[in-house]
């Protein structure tokens, strides 16, 4: 059957049946869980006398809460070490393998799962996480879930949802030296907004994705959620075929080849029919920050900040002002900043790590800038670490940390304090967002991070290749 | 997972909290998803916002007085955009909101509304502005969100509400709360588990 996308075709052989309420029931090939959203799931199905339906499609790390510097147990956070208890107790109870902290496989749930090649093309996934859309960038459906759909994936393997039309996002072209796939998604969600992907799944294709490698891809579907889109996918190719090769939970040998011809039958097709196609240009995405206090309100380094009245919610922008200080028209270039952090489900694997620390390389963290590099998993930091980016790192100035969310949605010890300014390769620029109410935060790649921590400030990164 | 609870209709007073892009940071500061329950989410709703690092109280539609008792919130554009917790509906249904109307909702947050119980539908700008204006003139207006007819009422006022025809189907036949419905299905989960190659690791 010809004209089909790779959600179609994934949606059509993981449904179930349509349920009384018009909502098809989704089979979810892979369920992943983490210390924040689960505990409350858990205790509903001991309530109700229920177990885990496919405990062996079901896997569990810590990550949002962990202290990346001292690990002992008990954690010096008591809630933390209280939660972490709670789902050490639940994975036991019910069956479910764990990367605990003392694991190898230990990390961001979004980077374990493409890391051990648990994440697969053609597969549904669920994890209570809104950056579940990382794992798209294998030809995956990735759907983010709140706490009561991950107890019904956890008692049936499945979720009650509403099928979504299809946004083709081709980026074509190729980008210039300089800029990372960060700044090809915080593009793509200043053009189309942060709620123009609601109702939409992002299907992201031509030249400049297909030639990223996956943990570029990962970062682009990361952020699909930013711009309102549940859903953001690639579709697999010889790129993703090579990546998978050899990992952990990947099939070997003639199973291998079974696989990726699976994998490659269920991309979208050629003629497919999308509901929209948005093209952009390579050549046209520069170096991009974010201003304001959502993705979408970002600008190309060599911009001005757009006037209330320029910018689509003139309120929002007005709000956005209010909160981060800065006058409009002036140039984003400059602007000051108290700390960096390199990190998050979004920019902390060795593609991230390598581009910064080519950038750190040799110089030196401006002198009062609070800087830390915090790998996304145990593995990340040991490959870093045989690679020597770690030394590079901590020459530079920067603390070289263990694996964890971190200061992305600051739920361990590391925030920002009072009014700082945050120069972040994170996702999220909301208020309050990295731990303090008056915190300001600039949505960056990680190579742009790494030169405002030289300069204290805002720079192109360009001029540091 | 006992007896169906059908919800038809919401009735009560209103508070509106205005803006676009309310994201769920904002709803619920993250320090509070470290708490093993739910429970005590009713005392957190847009926490920093309400309270300075004192804890005194700011300005806030929720601290204010006029407002006390509202089970019915109207919010601007892509309310609950952001994170996927659960947290946020939560704290704001434990506060005692028990429907929120909106010009649109972010797609994580509606569908976590929905599976708890609580209706988010949505009517145009103009419509939400008028109704946020009513509330602020005249805090003691009573609004009826009528989820089975998609329209809501307030004195001879009659509003049209858009909802998913799903949404309004599982919140109407009082199968919101999914898991029995779906463990229902699980002889047929396993044959439709069994077709997908990946399931027995792509044997020959």
Redesign the interface.
Known sequence: MAERTLYDKIWQSHTVGILSTGQTQLFIGLHLIHEITTAPAFDMLRENGMDVAFPERTFATVDHIVPTDIRQRPFLDSEAEELTKALEKNVQQFGVEFFGLDSPNQGIVHVIGPQLGLTQPGMTLACGDSHTSTHGAFGTLAFGIGTSQVRDVLATQTLAMDKLKVRQIKVNGSLGTGVYAKDVILSIIRRLGVSGGKGFAYEYGGSVIDRMNMEERMTVCNMSIEGGALVGYVNPDATTFEFLRGRPYVPKGEAFERAANYWKSIASDADAKYDDVVNMEGKDIEPTVTWGINPGQAVGISEKLPRPDEYGDPDGAKKAYEHMGWQPGSPILGTPINVAFIGSCTNSRMTDLRAAAKIAKGRKVKAGIRALVVPGSAEVKKLAEQEGLHNIFKEAGFEWREAGCSMCLAMNPDKLNGREICASSSNRNFIGRQGSPGGRTLLMSPAMVAAAAMNGKVVDVREYQ | ?GELVKVTKVSGTAVAIR???I?T??II???Y??????ARMGSYPFF?ERFD?EGKQKPHPLNDVKYKGASILFVN??FG???????A?QALYRFGIQAIVGE?F???FA??CT??GVPAVTVSHEQVELMMKTVEQNPQTRFTVDIENKKITFGETQIATDL???YR??LT?G?W???A???A??D??KK??S?????N????
Request: charged letters at 25%; hydrophobic letters at 35%; one cysteine or more.
């Open positions: 997972m803006g676009n892009d994201d940071d904002r500061p993250a320090r998803l470290k708490e093993v329950t739910f920093d690092a554009k892509n955009c952001g994170s996927s917790r659960e947290h509906p649109s972010a797609a994580i569908g976590n599976i708890m998913p025809e799903t189907s599982a036949s199968s709360d999914s898991t419905m779906l463990r299905n699980l047929q989960v439709t588990a077709r997908l190659p990946y399931m690791r792509f044997a020959g």
